[in-house]
Nanobody, 119 residues
Framework: QVQLVESGGGLVQAGGSLTLSCAAS????????MGWFRQAPGKEREFVAR??????SYADSVQGRFTISRDNAKATVYLQMNSLKPEDTAVYYC??????????????WGQGTQVTVSS
């Protein structure tokens, strides 16, 4: 089963940028939809972005500010985050699964990486 490891989180000021990476343990990951989710303290895990051969889609809250991409040759998916806001503060997770925005349709998860946006 594919394993996922996120990196790239950190502390950034509002308006700044960060790029998250998610490395997969096998190149077969190209068959999966890859998604990014996030979970803020006291809140449920929520969909952020997804990518597959179908295309890409984003949550309304990040549309126009975040960009998801993947490099199948490197078995890596990225999340470029621009114009960050304090409300983007959360643990960000990458996941492999089906073309869905539901956490229940993703079967493999990374350990998460913390993103903190200061005002």
């Amino acid at each position: 089963q594919v394993q996922l490891v996120e990196s790239g989180g950190g502390l950034v000021q509002a308006g700044g940028s960060l790029t998250l990476s998610c490395a997969a343990s096998e190149r077969a990951f190209s068959r999966y939809t890859m998604g990014w989710f996030r979970q803020a303290p006291g809140k449920e895990r929520e969909f952020v972005a997804r990518i597959s051969w179908i295309g890409t889609s984003y949550a309304d809250s990040v549309q126009g500010r975040f960009t998801i991409s993947r490099d199948n040759a490197k078995a890596t998916v990225y999340l470029q985050m621009n114009s960050l806001k304090p409300e983007d503060t959360a643990v960000y997770y990458c996941a492999a699964g089906s073309w869905s925005t539901s956490v229940n349709e993703f079967h493999t998860w990374g350990q998460g990486t913390q993103v903190t946006v200061s005002s």
